[in-house]
């Protein structure tokens, strides 16, 4: 059994939907034997994109085939987002939310609200979100149709502070990106590559300092969504170190993929975007704040579509990423396997730290009172990654070519098996996901708590 502060030989006994018990010689009415394998805590992933029905933007796993996939990945919790379309009341926004994902969903789920404009009556909302389960807000300082500009920002932050909520900030400087696309289109470049070269690395690092900074004065604690750039690393170490309640998130692409993927004539559309894929030195700046407590999770920012053939015939692939089915797996393989995480550090940043950050109670933790979200890691299971061996509602894998070496066997939620031995078991129509709602208040623990090391 390995857990975010210690790893022992142990049954852990299921009563309803709790965990009863942790010890020795355990009997139960079943029981599944784990000799050889790994037992962890549900992971928990913090940031995804189900479908929303909308004239733009609709990913393709749909609340029944993405957290399929989910249960399938060892996820047993997502935290899914409410992205209000404009004209709409944010109460609006969440009742439809709630409609799409209610019965659906085959694991529990929370959400994250997202104005996406910048209407000053949202913000006499934000205590009524708060009192409905939601305490965390998120804000785009960037892309048409999502970004909201920092006076909204910041009046936002101040009633979220004044709740005990947390904001999440896309934090990119859109006016400078802006510019450099317009000298790019002039002068000709036009490949991917360019595309992510107006998004250069100094920038999302003056744009993190800036979010913190609003997020200092606003009184609010603040987490910045998918961190890439060693330069954002470096803000948000400095801002913690001066005291400031700041949090940050790597997402799984931007660990393991470099700009060469943007060459692929299909996949590497799917990857055109924002903030783009940024060279080693980035990647290797994250695996060191993940190491060091100064990133605290790991999501994946799950939102994939499918290849569409345009009038030539030729495919591509509109922007998204598809990886809450692998993301366990991938950062055992490249996180454990490769000694940049030690196993406690890995189930702390995918399961149990995205718990103890969003409110999310009795989840995260392998201990009596606990819900009875329980996953049997097989690290002795190779399982190549394809669009056929996975199963998000799209044709191609954001890892297609890469090998998980381990993978989740058995998916328990709240006691009941989803997945056992790599089959499913409980069908995602029938309403097992519950709906969390979750309440605002500082985690309990800041900054990352010191972590055990294997043994």
């Known amino acids: 059994m390995i857990g975010a502060d210690r790893d022992q030989i142990a049954d852990v006994a299921v009563r309803g939907e709790r965990i009863a018990a942790i010890g020795s010689d355990l009997r139960g009415a079943r029981e599944l034997d784990a000799t050889g394998r790994y037992v962890v805590p549900g992971a928990i992933d913090a ?11 609709v990913y393709d796993d749909t609340f029944e085939t993405g957290t399929t996939a989910a249960a399938f990945g060892g996820v047993t919790t997502i935290i899914d987002q409410v992205q209000v379309e404009p004209g709409l009341s944010l109460n609006d926004g969440l009742d439809r939310r709630l409609e799409e994902a209610a019965g659906h969903s085959l694991v529990d789920y929370a959400f994250h609200m997202n ?9 006499a909302e934000i205590p009524e979100i708060a009192a409905r389960g939601i305490p ?18 910041f009046a936002a932050m101040q009633e979220v502070g004044a709740l005990g909520g947390m904001a999440l900030v896309h934090a990119e400087n859109d006016e400078i990106i802006e510019e450099l696309l317009r000298q790019n289109a002039r002068a000709g470049r036009t490949a991917r590559r360019h595309s ?20 200092e004065v606003a009184g609010v604690d603040a987490l910045i969504f998918h961190l890439t750039a060693a330069e954002a690393v470096r803000e948000l170490r400095n ?5 400031q309640i700041a949090y940050g998130e790597a997402c799984l692409t931007y660990l393991l993929l470099d700009p060469s993927a943007l060459d692929d004539p299909v996949g590497g559309t799917a990857l055109d975007f924002s903030p783009p894929l940024r060279p080693v030195e980035h990647r290797d700046a994250l695996w060191a704040g993940l190491a060091d407590g100064t990133i605290d999770i790991v999501s994946t920012d799950h939102g994939p579509r499918r290849r569409v053939r345009g009038a030539d015939g030729s495919l591509s692939t509109p ?10 797996a991938l950062m055992h393989t490249h996180g454990v396997l490769e000694g940049r995480l030690t196993p406690q550090q890995w189930i702390d940043r995918c399961c149990t730290r995205p ?29 190549p990654l394809a669009a056929d061996t996975l199963h998000s509602n799209i044709d191609y894998s954001t890892y297609d070519g890469f090998t998980a070496r381990g993978f989740p066997s058995t998916t328990i939620s709240r006691g009941r098996l989803l997945v056992h031995d790599g089959e499913l078991v409980t069908q995602p129509g029938d309403g097992h996901g519950r709906f969390l709602e979750r309440g605002a208040g500082r985690p309990a623990s800041f900054p990352s708590r010191p972590l055990a090391t294997w043994s």
């Open 136 to 153: 965390s807000f998120k804000f785009f300082m960037v892309y048409d149709g999502f970004r909201v500009p920092d006076r909204f920002i």
């Open 319 to 328: 922007p998204g990423t598809a990886g809450i089915e692998v993301r366990l």
């Open 196 to 215: 992510a070269s107006a998004r250069p690395p100094a920038m999302e690092g003056e744009a993190v300092y800036r979010s913190l900074a609003m997020a």
């Open 47 to 57: 940031h995804v994109h189900m479908r929303t029905e909308r004239p733009l933007h």
């Open 355 to 383: 718990a103890e950050l969003f409110g999310l109670e009795r989840k995260g933790r392998l201990a009596p009172g606990y819900d009875a979200d329980i996953v049997i890691f097989d690290p002795g299971r190779d399982v």
């Open 115 to 123: 104005p996406r404009e910048a209407n000053d009556a949202y913000l």
């Open 239 to 243: 801002a913690r170190a001066r005291g």
